[in-house]
Structure formats: structure tokens, C-alpha cells
């Protein structure tokens, strides 16, 4: 049980485009969501945490309006990434939590390259 | 926010015991420490969790002295599928703080080799 996927697992686009990431609790209603990004031989940095219904929370330096999150259900959050630059290339993860529990469960990963 | 501090790398041998320890010198009283694994581009997966003491599950078995300062992560005969980054966690796993738990360190490293 506990199963969260990401929807893609890896994504080239031109710089300048947009990109959306699907992050799906696939058994359990998850009311927290939390969005990370990693660069290679780098730890996990947090950006944001989602909850269903309600706006995003940030964390300070990630920009709200670069990185779009939506947790319209208790079991999708979509992070898109605006006009994507190369530097926005990394590894995204999510991860969700479910209403009665502290544990996070987490997604794949999604790998993003900005050519 | 507690800090935590672990070994950059660690290096060890098919069917060794390995203890990474994780040094969190400011963990308050609600705190929990957590461990978790992870593979070249994967997401971390959980490996054990405890508050004082000692947990021991299928995986992996936590030692945490009497102040807390400190804690051990300590995997039985390892074999090569255990080489990944093996990541501490400190905070308050209490719904409302629920963002003290999502700090990641640095992680250890570990290589395991044939």
C-alpha cells in the first residue's frame, strides 16, 4: 500500500516552454503533498507543500509564479514548470501524506532537462 | 529545526554490518528520527524510523542513546543493492509541524563492494 507515482518519470523541452508534472496518490486519499527538486549529488530541497483545495505553500526563494502547483483532488498535485530555462533542469520529486499519519510516502522522481 | 550532521561516505563489504550514525545535537523533545534510502534517480524510500532507544524491522535496526544527541543506523550484512544515500531526519512527525520532517541533510554515501 502507499504508492505515489509521477507522471512523466523523465521529460526534454525547449527552454522557453512549460511543463507539468503529475504527482497521484494511487491508494490512499492524501490531503498534504510535498514537492522537492534534487540536483545531481545533491540532497532533496523542499519547494513547496500542497494542500488539497488550498494554495501552495513556498519556501523562501522558490518563485509561486515559476513553479505552478495544484492539488485539485485528494489524490493529484500537478507541478508546472513556466517557462522553463536551463537551470530548471533537475530531478523533481513529490511525495504525499495521509490524513491520519506523519509518513511521507514518495513519488519516482521526475527528471526534467531544459534544452 | 533540528540540524543533522552524517559522514559524507562510507565504504564497506558484501555481508559486513555497516552503522551510519547521525549526529542531531539540538533535537527537541517532540522530535523523531527517521532514515531513509535512496538509489540513483528514485525518490527515498523509508527504512525505519524511532523516538528513544532502539526500533529494529526486516531492514535495518536504529540505536538512539539515552540523550538523543545522536542516533545509529545499522544494516545487517549488507550486499550490493544496498549501495545507495542513506539520508537522517529529525523533527516533530506531529500533523501540524509536519514540515519539521522535511529537512534533508547532506546524506551518507555508502558504497558496498564486492
Known amino acids: 500500500g502507499a504508492v505515489v507515482s509521477q507522471h512523466p518519470s523523465w521529460v526534454i523541452c525547449k527552454s522557453g516552454t512549460s511543463v507539468k508534472i503529475e504527482c497521484r496518490s494511487l491508494d490512499f486519499q492524501a490531503t498534504t503533498m510535498f514537492w522537492y527538486r534534487q540536483f545531481p549529488k545533491q540532497s532533496l530541497m523542499l519547494m513547496a507543500t500542497s494542500n488539497e483545495g488550498s494554495k501552495a505553500t513556498y519556501e523562501q526563494g522558490v518563485e509561486k509564479d515559476k513553479f505552478l502547483i495544484n492539488h485539485a483532488s485528494l489524490t493529484l498535485s500537478t507541478l508546472t514548470v513556466t517557462s522553463a530555462h536551463p537551470e530548471d533542469s533537475s530531478f523533481y520529486i513529490c511525495?504525499?501524506?495521509?490524513?491520519?499519519?506523519?509518513?511521507?510516502?514518495f513519488g519516482p522522481g521526475t527528471r526534467l532537462t531544459v534544452t | 529545526l533540528a540540524k543533522t550532521t552524517q559522514p559524507i561516505s562510507m565504504d564497506s563489504y558484501e555481508g559486513q554490518e555497516v552503522n551510519i550514525t547521525c549526529s542531531h545535537n539540538n533535537i527537541a523533545t517532540n522530535d523523531y528520527i527517521t532514515w531513509y534510502q535512496q538509489f540513483p534517480s528514485q525518490g527515498p524510500r523509508f527504512i525505519i524510523q524511532?523516538?528513544?532507544t532502539k526500533v529494529t524491522n526486516e531492514v535495518a535496526s536504529l540505536f538512539i542513546p539515552a540523550d538523543r544527541k545522536s542516533s545509529t543506523l545499522s544494516l545487517p550484512r549488507v550486499s550490493l543493492s544496498d549501495t545507495a544515500v542513506y539520508y537522517c531526519l529529525v523533527g516533530d512527525s506531529t500533523l501540524n509541524n509536519a514540515g519539521n520532517m522535511l529537512t534533508f541533510g547532506g546524506g551518507t554515501r555508502l558504497m558496498v563492494k564486492p
Open positions: 524511532g523516538y528513544k
Open positions: 511525495s504525499a501524506q495521509q490524513p491520519s499519519s506523519y509518513e511521507q510516502y
